[in-house]
């Protein structure tokens, strides 16, 4: 089965969660929970949606998932002030699957320093960091290069899903 | 009367406003909040403290203030999606008139492109986005470089206020 890791931490955007991993579920897809804590109730900084941590990020090994989702809010800048996280994005950026990031999720990007060269997009606030971390920044609502998809906001959810489902079904197909 | 300028938004680390606010009053220092919106209350994201905004940002002349004062927590990134914030920082930064910045507040400095040789400190998940910003990152509880003041976090408030006084006195002594 096709495993989706969800990087994820407190105070995450709600929809940018819970729409793309509805769409990813309904698809047949499985999805793995990381975050600092095992059995962790992390909640969304709107709705508080509840999402519960299935391992331990430290503990997860990259080579086990075959793509990446790193929702945004403040999630991912919660997350990138420990070690771990920045570890596991590293790794999985190096192995060339499929990462989809969207909103303050490129913040990790650059933080695993795996920006550079690459086009990609975020939340307006963090174009600047885009940039200066070597990135072509694009105010696009979805920008795909290579394995990494990228989405600017909630409004570009529909995009960003449909690039994220076409990147899957080829991993499936490929491992079928 | 020396007027220090707050720029503020919502989810503000509350300590990293209130403890500098309250030493630089005590001290018979004046202070206006700059926002995004004349009268809002904006609260911080811990005890939910609550600012009321004198001015709004896009309204505020930087030559009125002989200081800048930046707290942390969300609001920093808040702010900086927008580009009255960004502006006034970049016209601050480019007076020499002294600005103090902890915590996240480093992101509105990297925003206006105003880091890029300076030494500076700041939240560790921002550690990567200050030095792509050109910024030579110490990580110590207060950085002083020119007329830049950059703490890390809550914890290192003390050593901030007394960095911020010390520079605020010669500012006063000056104008005398």
Known sequence: MTKIAVL??????????SQPAQAFKQAGFDLVHLGLKKDEIVTGKKQNT?????MEVDAANPDDFDALLIPGGYSPDNLRAHKGPIRFV????????????ICH????????????GRKATGWKSLTCDIKYAGAEFEDKEVVVDGNLVTSRQPSDIPAFVEACLKMLEKV???AA
Chains 1, 2 share one sequence.
């Open 8 to 17: 994820i931490g407190k105070d995450f955007e709600d929809s940018e969660y």
């Open 50 to 54: 509840p999402v519960r941590i299935d």
């Open 90 to 101: 590293k790794h999985f950026m190096e192995s060339e699957k499929p990462v989809f990031a």
């Open 105 to 116: 999720g490129p913040q990790l990007l650059i933080s695993a320093g795996k920006l550079e």
């Open 172 to 174: 499936r197909d490929k």
